[in-house]
């Protein structure tokens, strides 16, 4: 089955928080500041990764794209919010409402996986140093990055099409910001738990697998991490290890909340507040966590405004 005509033409409307018009400006504060602070900090760390030839490794490969990733996924939904709290019409067209779902669920889901090889390449180099070049090598680390993508994308194109093929019975008022899968499943006129069970399925395999490995990864990495008799090497790996153990429990603990629980069971207020948070505030976090915690990073940073002001005179 396919949703109601109607869907294609005149599209949606996103209720949001339009049962509390008093929030409307706060948020509006909240998504300008966050969005100005993601593009800089997502950007720079870009940059910095790109120019600084120390930072020509694995790690700061997947952090780059983490950045690039970072920067589509807050992209794909915040500056049509914003167009929205400044509108009286808070809608979406179906073809944008359908783009909005693909592309936000398919970054979503690469990231989940590209942490779980961020966590991968961190084990190597704490229990496996003397053999981090050689497992580590630039193919794989394509390869990876590839399959992360690739992986997130199909992800996507699955969930979104059992999602838009519910029936909708004329039901057009979205009670979210956005286009999200939870959000749309509440307005199928029929019964959603065979839909839900298969989406748990996708969604288990995309986050409790790779959170899950990660959890093991990190064990091992607590183990080595205790062995080293250095206070100054246990200072450095818990450090770069801390910045990823931070990124991955703010995304999965939020994304889990939203995903893994069915539709109907989750409060609409909290839901929306959740999904602003691993949509919104996580991307922009994730270039403060990285930078604040990273040595190497700041260090790098000082380089490349160094070498910035020098060009310049």
Avoid at 131 to 136: A, D, K
Wanted: aromatic letters at 12%; a positive charge; hydrophobic letters at 45%.
């Amino acid at each position: 089955m396919t949703w109601a005509n109607d869907s294609s033409s005149k599209g949606f409307i996103l209720l949001g928080f339009s049962d509390s018009p008093w929030l409307q400006m706060p948020l509006l504060v909240v998504l300008l500041i966050s969005y100005t602070f993601t593009i800089f900090g997502n950007v720079s760390i870009m940059i910095v990764c790109i120019l600084d030839p120390k930072l020509h490794s694995p790690m700061y490969f997947f952090l780059t794209n983490l950045s690039i990733l970072d920067l589509c996924y807050t992209t794909s939904t915040v500056p049509h919010m914003l167009a929205n709290i400044c509108r009286n019409k808070k809608t979406i067209s179906y073809g944008g409402c359908v783009a909005q779902l693909i592309i936000f669920l398919a970054l979503g889901s690469t990231e989940c996986l590209l942490l779980a090889v961020m966590s991968f390449d961190r084990f190597v180099a704490i229990c496996r140093p003397l053999h981090y070049v050689v497992i580590m090598n630039r193919w794989f680390c394509l390869r990876m990055a590839a399959f992360s993508w690739l992986s997130g994308f199909s992800n996507s194109v699955l969930q979104s099409s059992l999602t838009l093929n519910m029936p909708r019975c004329g039901h057009r008022e979205v009670d979210h910001f956005f286009c999200e899968v939870p959000a749309l499943l509440k307005l199928s006129c029929t019964d959603t738990k065979p839909i839900e069970s298969e989406l748990f399925f996708f969604s288990v395999l995309i986050l409790l697998i790779p959170v899950t490995l990660i959890l093991i990864s990190y064990g091992f990495i607590a183990q080595a991490v205790l062995k080293i008799r250095s206070a100054e090497g246990r200072r450095k790996a818990f450090g770069t290890c801390g910045s990823h153990l931070v990124v991955v429990s703010l995304f999965y603990g939020t994304a889990i909340y939203m995903y893994l629980q069915p539709p109907s069971s989750t409060s609409k207020d909290w839901g929306k507040m959740v999904s602003l948070f691993y949509g919104i505030i996580t991307p922009m976090l994730n270039p403060l966590i990285y930078s604040l915690r990273n040595k190497d990073m700041k260090e790098a940073f000082k380089r490349v405004i160094s070498r910035i002001f020098l060009i310049k005179k």
